[in-house]
């Protein structure tokens, strides 16, 4: 018999759902338990990760025999099984950065299949960081503007460093050239991340000394440390009575991920009772990333914030901007606009076959036909999924772990009698509205 496959999407045949949430039924081999190996980041491709034979407790020809590989969740080949050794080693260096941002820690899920009988055990890679990165300040300068008024114990806070590294290779401390009115102290916000303060010591006098030009440094914590330096600039103002206060501390919204670009997603709005240069007011932001800088636009004039590209919830779900209303005489109010990317059904489900056995001997219960693995990038009701084929044929879906799904016979089958069979698999989202891929495969 002749295998043939097809992709549709609108095909209503009768079907019959298998929910996802039963996948806990699936394959698995006793007393195994989802392990985890680690290995550091930028490691050389080749190198060890674990024997693989030893922990199933199968022999290295027992390996091949059932056709073990290994399946990442992401389909990227980082990892390869050696069918002669039974080692799992790296295919490729892994960059612990590209792979996972500032999430810690990094985690990379795959799967070690087998067959004949069929087993799916689960497993973790966690990459570790390596100092490989340097403090970098969004900006080579800064400037701040300080009334001469200001008395000695105000903290100014200052941009703070970015380092691709994580844990202890991130940013630990920073620190100020010596100088006779400021010292810098180390802040921790609640996520952990540090930013400075520029603590003021001594009173400035303007008349004295208009403008000080001061080195800032931030120090990781590897070994050996890495450091990035910025210069700040102050200038000591004359006296400027109010600083700018926003209407709001705290903007909270809500946008669509399928917002087009351009759409309004708040307006914010500051006051300063000062008349003339020192009342007129300007928006900025205070810290701004290079993802924040390509997906909002701020007007500095009406505090609106505005679209410049679409928004995707599955790669950012969220964005925190601080924003900064400063009047003429330097002085300035801040408040923060938390952003939620509301998710949108945009993803079909996915469907990729893993194995295919064609032709079915005739007579033979219980045959596999089909092993494949579904997932939807979606999330929440957008991301759940149901599983079926028609009514109508000796064929059934068992459903294993980690979304996979075992296509066999039901009973026997006659080739006299019937010697084709047109069977479509569907996948279908709970989403609204429900988004639909189907597999047709012909034995």
Not at 61 to 73: C, D, I, P
Not at 221 to 248: C, K, M, W, Y
């Amino acid at each position: 018999m002749e295998l043939k496959m097809e992709v549709g999407k609108e095909c209503f045949p009768k079907q019959r759902q298998v929910l996802i949430l039963f996948l806990m039924l699936g394959v698995a081999l006793a007393g195994w338990k989802s392990r985890r190996y680690s290995v550091m980041e930028e490691t050389e491709s080749g190198s060890f990760v674990a024997n693989l034979a030893k922990d199933l407790g199968l022999g290295v020809g027992e390996l091949a025999a059932r056709g073990a590989r290994v399946v990442s969740e992401d389909n990227e080949p980082r990892l390869q099984l050696d069918l002669h050794t039974g080692e799992l080693i790296l295919h490729e260096k892994l960059d612990r950065e590209e792979m996972c941002g500032p999430t810690d820690p990094c985690v990379m899920h795959f799967q070690v299949l087998l067959k004949k009988p069929l087993g799916v055990f689960r497993a973790e890679l966690l990459v570790r960081d390596i100092n490989d990165h340097s403090p970098e300040f969004p900006e080579r300068e800064m400037t701040l503007k300080i009334s001469e008024t200001s008395p000695p114990g105000t903290a100014f806070p200052l941009k703070k460093a970015q380092d691709l590294d994580v844990g202890n290779n991130n940013i630990q401390n920073y620190s100020i050239s010596s100088n006779p009115h400021f010292h810098i102290s180390t802040r921790t916000r609640g996520d952990g991340r540090k930013y400075p303060e520029l603590v003021l010591d001594k009173e400035l006098d303007r008349e004295k000394q208009a403008e000080l030009s001061l080195t800032l440094t931030a120090l990781d914590g590897g070994s050996p440390p890495r450091s990035g330096t910025a210069q700040v600039r102050i200038f000591v103002l004359d006296v400027n009575d109010n600083a700018p206060e926003f209407a709001q501390t705290l903007y909270q919204v809500q946008v669509p991920e399928n917002s087009p670009v351009g759409t309004l997603v708040v307006k914010v709005s500051a006051r300063d009772l000062d008349t003339g240069t020192n009342g007129e007011i300007s928006y900025s932001y205070f810290y701004s990333s290079q993802e924040i800088s390509a997906t909002f636009e701020l007007n500095n004039l009406s505090g609106e914030v505005r679209l410049l590209k679409k928004l995707d919830f599955e790669t950012i779900s969220s964005y925190e901007l601080e924003i900064d209303a400063t009047d003429g005489g330097g002085l300035s109010g801040r408040c923060s606009v938390s952003i939620e990317v509301v998710d949108v059904n945009d993803n079909f489900p996915e469907l990729t076959i893993s194995s295919l056995t064609s032709p079915i001997p005739e007579n033979s219960p219980e045959t596999e036909v089909a092993l494949f693995r579904i997932r939807d990038r979606d999330s929440g009701d957008n991301g759940r999924m149901t599983c079926s084929i028609q009514d109508d044929l000796p064929f059934v879906l068992k459903p294993s772990e980690e979304n996979f799904y075992t296509l066999v016979t039901n009973g026997a089958l006659d080739r006299e009698t019937r010697p084709e069979y047109n069977i479509t698999i569907t996948v279908t989202d709970l989403g609204t509205p429900r988004l639909k891929t189907q597999h047709n495969i012909t034995v």
